[in-house]
């Protein structure tokens, strides 16, 4: 198993840009979430998504679109890229919620300037 | 809203010694879960220990424990005969039990602490 895999590692962005962050899990889990982390900080939720078709907002979810059409893959669509949207971008997975774990991928290091 | 507060930025170990991570949160919930994980340099986070709210019991697992102290709301991590290979950030993670349909399974994360181990 792959676990969850982001593409691409990195990417800078010129301001007004828009791209997509690509996430797969190959685990057949149902949640999956999408992650934020400034520097200094820890992890913040941007979206999440309990199943194909259903998704829904998470703490910080203002500038990002995202969309969920089968289980394996959850795509982070940035639009009109910001300064303030440079960060790391994790994503995650975990067959339920409770005490699951939650597996996550290696991280989308992203600059916008 | 529950919120995590990791009150050591940096903290060091001596190989092979015991080192202590604390994490308090703040919340009116009764059941939730608490989670530990560890960032390498690499930057992927990983699960080194959960605890469930109520079990009364603390977690281990191999070199790493906590204690789990629910009416101080305290979620500490100790690491014993500590290895080059624990040097990494250490996040505390709080998640709720119930649903409110807001943000099911959402994890709310500590800043983290920075650990180095001097050989």
């Known amino acids: 198993n792959a676990g969850v895999t982001q593409t691409p590692k990195f990417r800078i962005l010129k301001i007004g840009q828009s791209m997509t962050l690509q996430c797969t899990q190959d685990?057949?889990?149902?949640?999956m979430y999408w992650y934020r982390q400034d520097p200094g900080m820890g992890l913040k939720l941007i979206y999440y998504?309990?199943?194909?078709?259903?998704?829904d907002k998470g703490e910080v979810p203002n500038g990002y679109n995202v969309s969920r059409s089968t289980t394996e893959d959850f795509p982070l669509r940035l639009e009109l890229a910001a300064p303030s949207q440079t960060s790391v971008y994790f994503c995650?997975?975990?067959?339920?919620?409770?005490?699951?774990?939650?597996?996550f991928g290696p991280g989308t290091r992203l600059t916008v300037t | 809203a529950q919120t995590v507060t990791q009150s050591q930025p940096e903290m060091s170990v001596q190989e092979a010694e015991t080192v202590t991570l604390s994490c308090t949160y703040d919340?009116?919930?009764?059941?939730?879960?608490l989670f530990w994980y560890k960032q390498p340099p690499s930057r992927q986070m990983i699960l080194v220990i959960r605890?469930?709210?109520?079990?009364?019991q603390n977690a281990t697992e191999n070199r790493f424990s906590v204690n789990f102290q629910k009416a101080a709301k305290s979620f500490s991590l100790k690491i014993s005969d500590s290895q080059l290979g624990d040097a990494a950030m250490y996040f505390c993670?709080?998640?709720?039990?119930?649903?409110?349909?807001?943000?099911?399974?959402?994890?709310?994360f500590g800043k983290g602490t920075k650990l180095s181990v001097k050989p």
């Open positions: 685990m057949n889990h149902n949640y």
């Open positions: 919340t009116s919930e009764s059941d939730y879960y």
């Open positions: 605890q469930e709210a109520y079990k009364q």
């Open positions: 993670a709080y998640r709720s039990a119930v649903d409110y349909g807001g943000s099911q399974g959402n994890l709310i």
């Open positions: 995650a997975s975990s067959y339920a919620s409770g005490n699951y774990e939650q597996y």
């Open positions: 998504s309990v199943g194909a078709g259903i998704t």
